[in-house]
C-alpha cells in the first residue's frame, strides 16, 4: 500500500514534504486538503490530525504530523539522499536555518491566522498581505544574514546549497519560503544568496516536481 500524503497547494509546509518524498524516491499517493474552503476541520480529516492542518504522511496505519518530524523520520526510516547531515554540529545547522522559516514565520501567516485577523480583529486583505509579508520578509533577513556567519560560509565553498554541496532539510524549508514571500509581495531579489541557493535547487528534478504548480487545485497567484 503506497503512502498517502495529505496536502494543499498553497501549504509551505506540504511542499517542504513532497520534496522529502521525491528526493527518498518513495512513490505516494496524494489526498487534497483545501484549507481555504476548511475541509481540514471535516472529521473525517481530524481523525489523521486534531491539528487541523497539513501535511499529514499516512503509512500503513500510522498518520505523521508536522513538516520537520516528517522528513526527520522519513530520513531515519528509508535509505536515498540524507535529509539531515551526520555530524552533529551540521545537523544543529540545518535544523537552526529550518526553523527560521518552519518555527518562526511560516506560523503566523497561515490560514487560521488570517482568519483571525480578519474576523476577530478586522483587518481588511491589504492589512492581512501586509502582515503576512512582514513575517516573511524578517525571515528571509534573517536567513540571508545567517549566511554570511562564520559557520556557514565554510560550507558556501564547497558548493550551491545551504550546506554545501548536499541537499539538507534546510534548502526543504528555504525554497517554499521564498515563494511563499512573493505570494505576500515581498521582493526577493534583494537576498542575493538565498536566490542562488533556489536556482541551483530548481535544477533538480525532485524539487522541480513538488513545485504547486504541479499540485491538483493549483491557482497562480496574482
Known amino acids: 500500500m503506497k503512502p498517502v500524503l ?10 517542504r514534504v513532497r520534496i522529502a518524498l521525491n528526493l527518498k524516491k518513495i512513490d505516494y499517493d496524494l489526498s487534497v486538503v483545501n484549507l481555504l474552503e476548511g475541509e481540514q476541520f471535516k472529521d473525517s480529516f481530524t481523525n489523521h490530525n ?3 492542518s497539513v501535511p499529514v504522511l499516512q503509512l500503513d496505519s500510522d498518520s505523521f504530523a508536522q513538516s520537520l ?11 536515498g539522499k540524507p535529509l539531515l547531515p551526520s555530524d552533529s554540529m551540521d545537523r544543529y545547522l540545518c535544523r537552526r536555518f529550518s526553523l527560521i522559516s518552519a518555527a518562526d514565520s511560516h506560523p503566523v501567516i497561515v490560514p487560521r491566522v488570517r482568519r483571525l485577523l480578519a474576523g ?13 509579508a512582514y513575517f516573511m520578509r524578517r525571515g528571509c533577513e534573517a536567513m540571508e544574514k545567517l ?14 546549497y545551504v550546506l554545501g554541496g548536499t541537499i539538507s532539510m534546510a534548502d526543504l524549508c528555504l525554497i517554499p519560503h521564498i515563494q511563499g514571500a512573493r505570494n505576500f509581495g515581498v521582493d ?13 535547487l530548481c535544477e533538480l528534478g525532485e524539487v522541480e516536481q513538488a513545485h504547486p ?5 493549483f491557482v497562480k497567484p496574482q
Open 69 to 79: 518530524a516528517i522528513i526527520e523520520y522519513l530520513d531515519e526510516r528509508y535509505d
Open 120 to 132: 476577530e480583529y478586522g483587518f481588511n486583505e491589504s492589512q492581512v498581505t501586509d502582515f503576512c
Open 6 to 15: 495529505f496536502s494543499f497547494w498553497r501549504s509551505l509546509a506540504a511542499w
Open 147 to 160: 549566511l554570511s556567519h562564520d559557520e556557514y560560509l565554510s560550507y558556501q565553498k564547497t558548493g550551491p
Open 188 to 200: 526577493v531579489s534583494v537576498y542575493e544568496r538565498l536566490i542562488s541557493i533556489e536556482t541551483a
Open 213 to 217: 504548480k504541479y499540485h491538483p487545485g
Open 50 to 52: 486534531p491539528e487541523h
